[in-house]
Nanobody, 123 residues
C-alpha cells in the first residue's frame, strides 16, 4: 500500500477555484494509478477523476469534465486536483486514492486512501 495525505481543501464561493494536493509515500508510487473521490453528507463515495501511471491517461466524472483537472508529479510523489468553476454541488469531503491495478469508479477497488479534505462551496 501507499500512504496518502491530502491538503488544499477549504471554503470558496461558487465560481471559485481550489487545488487539492495528495502527497504519497512508498517507493512504488510511480506504478500506482491515482484517483480522487468525494463524499457528500448522506451520500455514497463517488469517483471524481483518475490518472493512469503508465501513460497519464485521465478519466473524469461527467459533471466535472472541463472544470477539474487531475495531474501527477512522480518526482514529487504527488497528485493534484485543480478545481475551477466550483459549484455548491461540489461540496464534499475529497479523498485521494491509489491503486496498483486498473482504474475503476468503484471505491472498493482502490486499496490506499487518504484521510480526506473538506471542500465547501457556497452560493
Amino acid at each position: 500500500q501507499v500512504q496518502l495525505v491530502e491538503s488544499g481543501g477549504g471554503s470558496v464561493q461558487a465560481g471559485g477555484s481550489l487545488r487539492l494536493s495528495c502527497a504519497a509515500s512508498g517507493r512504488t508510487f510511480t506504478r500506482y494509478a491515482m484517483g480522487w473521490f468525494r463524499q457528500a453528507p448522506g451520500k455514497e463515495r463517488e469517483f471524481v477523476a483518475a490518472i493512469r501511471w503508465s501513460d497519464g491517461i485521465k478519466y473524469y466524472l461527467n459533471t466535472v469534465k472541463g472544470r477539474f483537472t487531475i495531474s501527477r508529479d512522480n518526482a514529487k510523489n504527488s497528485a493534484y486536483l485543480q478545481m475551477n468553476s466550483l459549484k455548491p454541488e461540489d461540496t464534499a469531503v475529497y479523498y485521494c486514492a491509489a491503486s496498483p491495478y486498473h482504474i475503476t469508479e468503484n471505491p472498493g477497488d482502490w486499496d490506499s486512501w487518504g484521510q480526506g479534505t473538506q471542500v465547501t462551496v457556497s452560493s
